[in-house]
T-cell receptor
Framework: GAVVSQHPSWVICKSGTSVKIECRSL??????MFWYRQFPKQSLMLMAT?????????EQGVEKDKFLINHASLTLSTLTVTSAHPEDSSFYIC????????????FGDGTRLSIL | AQSVTQLDSHVSVSEGTPVLLRCNYSSSYSPSLFWYVQHPNKGLQLLLKYTSAATLVKGINGFEAEFKKSETSFHLTKPSAHMSDAAEYFC???????????FGSGTKLNVKP
């Protein structure tokens, strides 16, 4: 089946640094990828929709200058958390959809980001 | 607008007994509905999906769900729980207009030996 690979799986870094998370669709092309954030014991919240070759669409309340998204190819989207602070610590999950709109999204295994 | 409500945040069952995880949805259109499972520190795995075909949907690992339009429900069931089923389960509705997923708040399933 369709596989989405997310890297790294765990990041610990100092406050003020920038962290890049990669999301790859391994065996299918994804014109659209999605970035979610999940706080402990909570559901997934959509942060942004990443569109290949164009600007990402951010959800209300998500700072686009803080969370930079690049979707340069049909198999790769990246999320960069710029100047990360402890409140940015969270579990970030990407997903990619196949084909038309009623197909399921395939999720990466997530990236646990811990900012000290 | 689309939304889902998972009525139970925690469900605890004994191994070998049936599982019922409840989900109600709200949608302006005929919805596409999904159930995903998340094990600790992992991403989400698709269990099953409903996309306006058969109302009783069979998924992986013995799970199934029934779409009931009159009740706006899409409850997830399994006849006999296994220890490996302990995880968090999310009911999800897809918006046709915007190709977005709307997640329920999740139900944590605990399976006792």
């Amino acid at each position: 089946g369709a596989v989405v690979s997310q890297h790294p799986s765990w990041v610990i870094c100092k406050s003020g640094t920038s962290v890049k998370i990669e999301c790859r669709s391994l065996d299918f092309q994804a014109t659209t990828m999605f970035w979610y954030r999940q706080f402990p014991k909570q559901s997934l919240m959509l942060m942004a929709t990443s569109n290949e070759g164009s600007k990402a669409t951010y959800e209300q309340g998500v700072e686009k200058d803080k969370f930079l998204i690049n979707h340069a190819s049909l198999t790769l989207s990246t999320l960069t958390v710029t100047s990360a602070h402890p409140e940015d610590s969270s579990f970030y999950i990407c997903s990619a959809g196949e084909g038309n709109s009623n197909q399921p999204q395939h999720f990466g295994d997530g990236t646990r980001l811990s900012i000290l | 607008a689309q939304s889902v409500t998972q009525l139970d945040s925690h469900v605890s069952v004994s191994e070998g007994t049936p599982v019922l995880l409840r989900c109600n949805y709200s949608s302006s259109y005929s919805p596409s509905l999904f159930w995903y499972v998340q094990h600790p520190n992992k991403g989400l795995q698709l269990l099953l999906k409903y996309t306006s075909a058969a109302t009783l949907v069979k998924g992986i690992n013995g799970f199934e769900a029934e779409f009931k339009k009159s009740e706006t429900s899409f409850h997830l069931t399994k006849p006999s729980a296994h220890m490996s089923d302990a995880a968090e389960y999310f009911c999800v509705v897809l918006s046709y207009n915007f190709n977005k997923f709307y997640f329920g708040s999740g139900t944590k399933l605990n399976v006792k030996p």
